[in-house]
């Protein structure tokens, strides 16, 4: 597998290393060892999968304090982009963000360390989208950002008049007066 920094601090990239022949492909979504060599460190305790259709955008999300979640992400049909955010006060990328576009054919994976948001659009007719947390759902920590929030200026790759959002993170804060508590 392949590691690849994405300019922020913590989160990375993961390109597997993809057998394919004409029965298809193998690859391992996850290793311990290789993983924890790549400083990916604490245990994975909670796996979890969503099914979205085309224009669906996800987040931003996150967990607060002792609940905070780091996640390895992955699609496992269709195609997304994926982003997240930087929250970790006095870190030299607070408020950047990154995206990235993850799919069926890339495989790739991105690792989003605790003190990050998290969410993604999806680009294709269909997506299945599956991540491993480090931490379990906790419903009173969980707070959101407005995905919209113009001082972010994230481009989703969709027209504004095709996304589908929940009331939830429509209504989400803006970064600037969104409620987070992480240090770098």
């Not at 990916?40 to 979890?48: A, E, G, T």
């Not at 982003?83 to 991105?110: C, H, M, Y």
């Not at 994230?154 to 803006?174: F, H, Q, R």
Request: net charge negative; hydrophobic share 35%; aromatic share 12%.
């Amino acid at each position: 597998m392949n590691i690849v920094e994405t300019g922020i601090p913590g989160l990375v990239v993961i390109e597997p290393r993809v057998l394919e022949d004409e029965r298809g492909y193998f690859f391992e979504t996850f290793h311990e060892e290789r993983y924890r060599e790549a400083g990916i460190i604490k245990p994975f305790i909670q796996d979890n999968e969503s099914r979205s259709v085309k224009g669906v955008v996800r987040g931003l999300h996150y967990q607060l304090g002792e609940a905070s979640q780091a996640k390895l992400v992955r699609v496992v049909q269709g195609k997304v982009f994926d982003v997240a955010i930087d929250l970790r006060k006095g870190s030299p990328t607070f408020g950047e963000w990154f995206g990235i576009q993850l799919d069926e054919n890339n495989k790739k994976q991105l690792y989003v360390p605790r003190g990050f948001a998290h969410g993604f659009s999806v680009l294709s007719e269909t997506a299945i989208f599956t991540y491993k947390c480090d931490n379990l759902y906790d419903r009173e920590a969980e707070r959101s950002i407005n995905p919209f929030d113009k001082s972010l200026g994230i481009d989703w790759k969709l027209n504004s008049d095709e996304c589908l959002v929940s009331e939830k993170d429509k209504n989400a804060p803006a970064f600037e007066i969104a409620e987070m508590n992480f240090v770098y």
